[in-house]
């Protein structure tokens, strides 16, 4: 096996389209193409993770947060980013980073969060935007059963947990083939008149070549007329932080729950509003961008990390925020990513750091 069908595999799942602007998933450090020892999962790929790879044999290191987020201008070892790559390629061990475009897929990281917590009918609190796109294609009456199976097949037709959606509407199309074409119907160098579907569906756009290559494959026509949209829809399939409701509980309580169910050393929350906790959104990570939504969708509380002093008079009695540390909201992620490649390569050993990563040390 090699490290590009690990990429592929995980791709798939939390595409790299998925990232945000400032992020650097992917492949940091390696040969896509090299064949796989062993595969160690963290979340921080740092020195010392690097020298456990070495000692397991593993030559590639999955890890969600990835070590370079800006470029480097030159590798003298002068700190641990650029220590921890030089190890990285004098000992053939490859990085690959899975950052917030596994943060930002339904079932991510802010869903092993949640079902940490306890959360029910979880939801994306904030779906992102300009990631959907339609595409109209014209297609002969005989055919459109064919091309409507292709496109489906290519992943195109999905609504939310809805799959096979289309729209279909009858007209006539009209051609004229000229010379060096091969018509399906129609006679060269006459106009001809055709009874036609405008077949419509929906697609995400990291998957347009694939619904286009279907397209092609499936439609009778030499010449296939086809037009793209962008939608400026919500995708509520892909965005930031989840929210759902939990069994109704004290604040105190909840709170408390919190440090054995993460767990976590330390929760620092604003004060307490005598209320009953229903609603929870969650964010693993720095989440403080998402206060305004939590309180815009009726969230009791806001769990998530790295909330600054004065963030915290942004609840402003009307959310209890729970700042749970960074680390301890994303812990769960080496066994996410270590879940979704077992599911696919059940017979490959992938190991889970036993390096605790965490900066944050508590007394």
Known sequence: MYIKNIIQHLESLAPKSYQESYDNSGLIVGNKNAEIKGILVCLDSIEAVIDEAIRKK?????????IIFSGLKSLT???????????????????????TNLDNVLSGVNSYLANKIGLRNAQILAPKHDLLQKLAVFVPKAHVEQVKTALFSAGAGEIGKYKHCSFSSEGLGTFMATEGTSPHVGDIGKTHTEPEFKLEVVFPKHIQSNVINALLQAHPYEEVAYDIYKLENAFNQVGSGMIGEVDETEELTFLKSLKTNLPTNCVRHTQLLGKKVKKVAVCGGSGSF??????????????????????????DNQIVIADVGHFESEQTTIQLIADWINEKFPKFAVHLTEMNTNPVNYL
């Open 77 to 99: 070892g002068k700190n641990y980013i650029e220590r921890t790559i030089i190890k990285a390629i004098k000992n053939d061990v490859a990085i690959y980073a899975i950052h």
């Open 58 to 66: 593993c030559n590639l290191v999955v890890a969600h947060h990835p």
């Open 290 to 315: 998402l206060l305004p939504e939590a309180i815009a969708q009726g969230a009791d509380v806001f769990v998530t990390a790295d909330f600054k002093y004065h963030q915290f008079f942004d609840a």
